[in-house]
């Protein structure tokens, strides 16, 4: 088998210990520094929206880093694997927005998308990853987000499987209390699986354990496979707004804006499925009756109305079954869609441009 086309990194194929993924050192695993290990995009290799390149977020100025995390905490090495590939993907896609989204007209937001701000966008690369060490990409993941955040930047990660959003989620332990809403077919609230607790199907339960997150909000929940009863009782126990598609589509997204805890600032967690597969067809788990792009670019708008946006991420696209790019390039315009309304409530750039 070639490992490396299969998405493992330096021909090695990665380990599946029980104790790496609970985020303890392996033997032989040396807790080394891994506040700015980065891998940038390569020379020749588009950057997300042609953007400059970062290396050493030591030097990060910018209001919005773009971050690339292939690797979270894997059971299904098939998939995370493909998955991995994603930020990738994503990149290449944004280059068909490249100049126009700058330059032209936008009629959703009635003029200049970034309301004639000057948004320092920059593209940080990937989170380096070693294959097989799920503990220290975990830890790598949580420091370069502190770094991020330490320079006053917002973090837009882009995935990797659903696990990701634990060890970002942790990176916000020193920041002031946030609420955290997500976009999601599934409730992710199991404890664990396969003897993993910080796999896909867990995020939101370690979220709800984390002290700094002050309430959640669930929203394009659907179908069979969300969840068992005791996960679903779980979730309702802590107080999480459980809101599902067909409430979206029946109450409108106002309706939900509503049901959505009151705080200063949010964290946005976008899985891929949570949009009907008609829209985003390249997910692992396909659900009929998901939110459309009308609805989620609603949801990131209305959440930047209520409050400031600390964070982002986009997780579970797989690209090699992605039908005319249309997912990624979907996962694009709704992270240009996000900056544009923060930087339309005046989140994020100077003033405007004169």
Same mark, same amino acid.
């Given at each position: 088998?070639?490992?490396?086309?299969?998405?493992?990194?330096?021909?090695?194929?990665?380990?599946?210990?029980?104790?790496?993924?609970?985020?303890?050192?392996?033997?032989?695993?040396?807790?080394?520094?891994?506040?700015?290990?980065?891998?940038?995009?390569?020379?020749?290799?588009?950057?997300?929206?042609?953007?400059?390149?970062?290396?050493?977020?030591?030097?990060?100025?910018?209001?919005?880093?773009?971050?690339?995390?292939?690797?979270?905490?894997?059971?299904?090495?098939?998939?995370?694997?493909?998955?991995?590939?994603?930020?990738?993907?994503?990149?290449?896609?944004?280059?068909?927005?490249?100049?126009?989204?700058?330059?032209?007209?936008?009629?959703?937001?009635?003029?200049?998308?970034?309301?004639?701000?000057?948004?320092?966008?920059?593209?940080?690369?990937?989170?380096?990853?070693?294959?097989?060490?799920?503990?220290?990409?975990?830890?790598?993941?949580?420091?370069?987000?502190?770094?991020?955040?330490?320079?006053?930047?917002?973090?837009?990660?882009?995935?990797?499987?659903?696990?990701?959003?634990?060890?970002?989620?942790?990176?916000?332990?020193?920041?002031?209390?946030?609420?955290?809403?997500?976009?999601?077919?599934?409730?992710?609230?199991?404890?664990?699986?396969?003897?993993?607790?910080?796999?896909?199907?867990?995020?939101?339960?370690?979220?709800?354990?984390?002290?700094?997150?002050?309430?959640?909000?669930?929203?394009?929940?659907?179908?069979?496979?969300?969840?068992?009863?005791?996960?679903?009782?779980?979730?309702?126990?802590?107080?999480?707004?459980?809101?599902?598609?067909?409430?979206?589509?029946?109450?409108?997204?106002?309706?939900? @804006?509503? %049901?959505?805890? &009151? !705080?200063?600032?949010?964290?946005?967690?976008? /899985?891929?499925?949570?949009?009907? #597969?008609? *829209?985003?067809?390249?997910?692992?788990?396909?659900?009929?009756?998901?939110?459309?792009?009308?609805?989620?670019?609603? @949801?990131? %708008?209305?959440? &930047? !109305?209520?409050?400031?946006?600390?964070?982002? /991420?986009?997780?579970?696209?797989? #690209?090699? *079954?992605?039908?005319?790019?249309?997912?990624?390039?979907?996962?694009?315009?709704?992270?240009?869609?996000?900056?544009?309304?923060?930087?339309?409530?005046?989140?994020?750039?100077?003033?405007?441009?004169?």
């Amino acid at each position: 088998m070639n490992l490396i086309n299969q998405g493992f990194p330096h021909g090695a194929a990665p380990g599946k210990s029980r104790g790496d993924v609970q985020g303890q050192i392996m033997p032989g695993e040396k807790r080394a520094a891994v506040s700015t290990r980065l891998t940038p995009v390569p020379a020749g290799r588009p950057t997300f929206l042609d953007v400059a390149r970062c290396a050493d977020l030591r030097t990060l100025e910018a209001d919005v880093a773009v971050i690339g995390v292939p690797f979270g905490v894997p059971y299904d090495l098939s998939i995370s694997a493909r998955q991995s590939l994603t930020p990738a993907a994503v990149r290449a896609q944004s280059m068909a927005y490249v100049p126009w989204y700058a330059t032209h007209y936008d009629f959703e937001f009635g003029g200049d998308l970034f309301a004639g701000r000057s948004v320092r966008i920059v593209d940080c690369g990937d989170v380096a990853m070693v294959p097989g060490r799920w503990g220290e990409n975990s830890r790598a993941t949580t420091e370069a987000i502190k770094e991020i955040l330490g320079r006053g930047t917002v973090p837009f990660v882009i995935g990797g499987d659903d696990s990701i959003p634990i060890p970002v989620l942790r990176a916000y332990g020193e920041q002031k209390p946030m609420c955290l809403v997500q976009i999601d077919a599934h409730i992710d609230w199991r404890d664990e699986r396969e003897g993993i607790r910080e796999g896909l199907s867990s995020p939101m339960r370690r979220a709800s354990e984390m002290p700094w997150i002050r309430g959640m909000a669930q929203i394009g929940i659907r179908g069979f496979g969300s969840a068992r009863r005791p996960e679903f009782d779980d979730a309702r126990t802590y107080g999480s707004a459980l809101i599902g598609a067909a409430e979206v589509h029946g109450a409108g997204v106002e309706a939900a @804006l509503r %049901r959505i805890p &009151a !705080a200063d600032r949010y964290y946005i967690t976008l /899985d891929a499925d949570g949009l009907d #597969p008609s *829209i985003a067809p390249a997910v692992a788990s396909p659900a009929f009756g998901g939110l459309t792009y009308d609805e989620v670019t609603g @949801l990131l %708008r209305g959440v &930047a !109305a209520r409050g400031r946006v600390v964070g982002f /991420d986009v997780v579970e696209i797989v #690209p090699d *079954i992605d039908a005319q790019y249309m997912t990624c390039r979907l996962a694009v315009r709704l992270i240009l869609n996000l900056v544009g309304a923060l930087a339309h409530t005046g989140q994020l750039g100077g003033l405007p441009r004169q």
